[in-house]
């Protein structure tokens, strides 16, 4: 799989689940009223028990050291995602109210629905989890750094605990106990059927807002925003995931955290970011702007930076 149509063939199916999620939406088969039932039901139920089973059921658990570097490294890559983007703002003269949202939104990758199941198909399941520990310091992040700079006052560090992140710290303290031991047979098959829901069941609920998103998009003048976006998310982050999972620094006990380096590089800014900035009343139709024109290049760009990710570590 390592020719750039194969792998374009290989990342259609996120792509496909959005679309249906758009024709649902303009059938009115997946009502606009749902959509906050349906969201939190996704974070609430299904993404946990998401993590609950892959964490508790990985043939390699994870020890604590490897966790905490996870969780490192994921802070590490939004904090540095927000510094670019706050240099591409200046670069592309983005002024203002923009700003905040502008930098917001470009500095936060995909970093769940979409990044998962493609990890899971390039690299196989156990990276999975990997992925769920570096996205726990991706959370931390959002909510600590990136709330100050997208508000500069009205931090809430109860946000934090928010119910993926204290899944996470479940699944991992159950893990040192006994995992999947310690629950009965039925209780894993139920949580099997609910965790494997959930990724279909949000890009579908993604999809149906991205069609009502589109019908309301206006390009910023001069497309400074969009240029800044892809500049930011579409070239800048995705070259530098990619050289320092190359050549970067990484413990020879986390080895892995190069495939999850080069999966978030390929990833488009993320739609939850949205969902941020319009709850602190900020510039939604920045944050508009920036989603829906690194979503669009990202036919092209998630898989070409996964083609050139896999083909330098597999020459390395």
Not at 43 to 66: D, N, Q, R
Not at 181 to 201: D, F, H, K, R, T
Request: with cysteine.
């Amino acid at each position: 799989m390592d020719s750039w149509v194969n792998i374009l063939t290989a990342v259609a199916p996120p792509f496909l689940l959005l679309f249906i999620g758009g024709v649902a939406r303009r059938k009115d088969w997946l009502g606009r009223e749902a959509d906050r039932t349906m969201s939190r039901f996704v974070v609430y139920v299904l993404y946990p028990c998401f993590i609950l089973y892959h964490v508790l059921g990985s043939e390699t658990p994870v020890g604590a050291k490897e966790a905490w570097t996870a969780a490192l490294f994921g802070f590490c890559s939004i904090a540095v995602g927000f510094l670019i983007a706050r240099l591409v703002a200046k670069l592309c003269r983005i002024k203002g109210r923009e700003i905040p949202a502008f930098c917001f939104c470009s500095g936060i990758f995909n970093y769940g629905f979409f990044a998962i199941p493609i990890a899971a198909l390039f690299f196989g399941n156990d990276l999975v989890v990997k992925i769920i520990l570096f996205n726990l310091g991706v959370e931390v992040a959002i909510w600590t750094v990136g709330i100050l700079l997208l508000t500069s006052s009205r931090l809430k560090l109860s946000k934090i605990l928010n119910p993926p992140l204290i899944s996470v710290l479940i699944a991992i303290s159950l893990q040192m106990v006994g995992g999947k031991a310690l629950l009965p047979q039925y209780a894993w098959e139920v949580l099997s059927m609910i965790g494997n829901c959930s990724i279909p069941m949000a890009l579908m609920i993604i999809g149906a807002s991205f069609y009502d998103l589109f019908k309301g998009f206006r390009p910023s003048p001069t497309y400074r925003v969009e240029v800044g976006a892809f500049l930011t998310r579409g070239l800048l982050v995705p070259a530098l995931f990619i050289c320092y999972a190359l050549y970067g620094w990484i413990p020879h006990y986390a080895s892995w955290l190069v495939e999850v380096l080069i999966v978030q590089a390929a990833m488009p800014a993320g739609v939850f970011a949205l969902v941020v900035v319009k709850s602190y009343g900020e510039d939604t139709e920045t944050g508009l702007r920036v989603i829906m024109s690194t979503m669009l290049i990202s036919v092209v760009s998630i898989p070409t930076w996964l083609w050139a990710g896999i083909k330098l570590i597999s020459n390395d």
